[in-house]
């Protein structure tokens, strides 16, 4: 089992910047960001591989960067130029197993952490 503790988040304004930080009990392989807004599906927003190599959605390329800090087994999502339509409560998500993998997809991962909800004012 692994478990995932989120921190970070908040409420800023339009054009402001948060960093969310997600830290595993254990080494874990791909990471990933996932968002849920009202009235939408879950969206990957960003993921990490082990080494190094990351995936973003269109919508936060060049806004958000996603990275990883292996020796603490934490990854973390800065988020810059926030737009109303990041609002969501945003989840951190983890895996170990080697079998075929997809950024994007959730069911891609097993293990999720409690969500931090992140708000964005215009």
């Known amino acids: 089992q692994v478990q995932l503790v989120e921190s970070g988040g908040g409420s800023v304004q339009a054009g402001g910047s948060l960093r969310l930080s997600c830290a595993a009990s254990?080494?874990?392989?791909?990471m990933g960001w996932f968002r849920h807004a009202p009235g939408k599906e879950r969206e990957g927003v960003a993921a990490i591989y082990t080494g190094g190599y990351t995936y973003y959605h269109d919508s936060v390329k060049g806004r958000f960067t996603i990275s990883r800090d292996n020796a603490k087994n934490t990854v973390y999502l800065q988020m810059n130029g926030l737009h109303p339509e990041d609002t969501a409560v945003y989840y951190c998500?983890?895996?170990?197993?080697?079998?075929?993998?997809?950024?994007?997809?959730?069911?891609?991962?097993?293990?999720w952490g409690q969500g931090a909800q992140i708000t964005v004012s215009s």
């Open positions: 998500a983890a895996r170990t197993s080697q079998s075929f993998f997809r950024p994007e997809d959730p069911g891609s991962y097993r293990y």
């Open positions: 254990r080494y874990t392989l791909q």
